[in-house]
């Protein structure tokens, strides 16, 4: 039914236009409809993110502006859109405006990656998971350029912060996705989902691909910045960290960018482990829209996982952040990749 | 081997605190038995506070319309702020024949009041006490100054003046 709509623009495309210039219109069609999923993604999760911090913390969370208070994020984003943007004197101008664009430009080119349904999915190439992991390895230059280019030693802090933090736990999600390779055999977003229509990675897997699951969960947070790994943006000791001197909507980018990412990393585990847009048991296989929905309940259960860890464990030290990566994750990643391949060539995988 | 027991007991601790809070989460989420928000302006004819609550400073009246205050202005001089004033007169005692002191205005200047209480420790006779009142918005300041002695109350019997 969306393969029918999608052909249906095609068609109708090629009536008025030769063959290149309908293929760029479709790209910037493409490129419009991920834009407004950012922004709707960002908006729904920043809403849902308070609202669950509220009943965490015996509060409501904002439930007066719309239903539920949805508009609320809404409500707020105009506003920042009506803010002047600030910047410091002696901030390096140039960098100082081009780094959230960074990270915004990161966080979309991973989403054209996330297999939303069977149909919806952008960008399906061979290596989606290393095109993934490498191209949301290049948020970090933004939240550091962000952090050298404001000329504020908070910003400067945290920026230093992201490097040390980000890089390291780079790793652990790195060597987890690897350990869920092993098992598949194939980089291919859809093609991995397509091996899980036997079993869940999860179940596939079992003792390894639990450890895996609980070492991505960990370093996905700190990936993300957010609590307990929020080094980088400490509001108790560095201010805001890296974007203390952003206001308006450049702040805005890297507001949004930090939840649209939460849900990239929550996708990635979706489909590694959860079968992407499977559903259990394969119940509801012909219909077409199905597979939207199972993905959408899958995702907003590991990102209220994520959601829980924030408001139930408190930050760490530096000093702890780096021993946990260090002398905890990495060993036992290294164990688990090779206890998984003796496992997939002794064949011990159900 | 304090590698192994301190990933286990780092998990089972990192569960315990999750337990913790995820009981909170669903417990408000489906029922909102515990949630300590009040929607303000939606139930202020319902919206009791609780006992200890410092709402406001208030001069106990027993049902005979009786005040246990003499009028020793111990709590003006307790008061930081200068928030209470105290005006009392002498006259003699029906019984005794000597002079006795009565209080005539307990005044109270609650745009002052921090609700810090030095007042209630002061009082020796435990005439003053908390009220529960949170509802203090007026439009005019003069509103705020408050008489505390309610009209035609006098002192209770037994109170030495």
Known sequence: MVLNIFTDIHNLLLEYMSEEATHITELILIAAAYLGIFAILGLLLVWLERRVAGFFQLRLGPNRVGPFGLFQTIADALKLVSKELTGTVKADSQLYRIAPYFVITTALMSLALIPFSQEIQAFDINIGLFFLTSVSSIGVIGIFLAGWASNNKYSLIGGMRTGIQMISYELSVGMAIVTMVVLAGTLQISEIIELQKDGWFIFQGHIPAVIAFMIFMIAGTAESNRVPFDLVEAESELGAGFHTEYSGMNFAYYFLAEFVNMFIIASIAVVLFFGGWLSPFGITDAIPFAGLFWFTIKVIGVIFLFMWFRWTFPRFRIDQLLTLEWKYLLPINMVNIVLMALMVWLGLTL | ?161
Not at chain 2, 21 to 27: A, C, M, N
């Open chain 2, 1 to 161: 081997m304090s590698y192994f027991s301190d990933i286990i007991n780092g998990t089972k601790t990192l569960i315990t605190g999750m337990r913790i809070t995820g009981k909170y989460f669903f417990v408000n989420l489906f029922t909102r038995k515990d949630v300590i928000t009040q929607q303000y302006p939606d139930n202020i004819d319902t919206l009791k506070m609780f006992d200890r609550f410092r709402g406001e400073i208030t001069l106990y009246h027993n049902e005979n319309n009786e005040h246990k205050c003499d009028a020793c202005t111990l709590c003006v001089s307790a008061c930081p702020n200068g928030s209470l004033e105290v005006f009392g007169d002498k006259k003699p005692d029906p019984e005794t024949g000597k002079n006795k002191r009565y209080l005539v205005k307990h005044i109270y200047h609650l745009e002052m009041c921090t609700m810090c209480g030095l007042c209630i420790e002061a009082c020796p006779q435990d005439a003053l006490e908390w009220g529960q009142d949170y509802h203090h918005v007026q439009y005019d300041r003069s509103k705020l100054t408050k008489v505390l002695n309610k009209p035609g109350s006098k002192l209770m019997s037994g109170i030495k003046g």
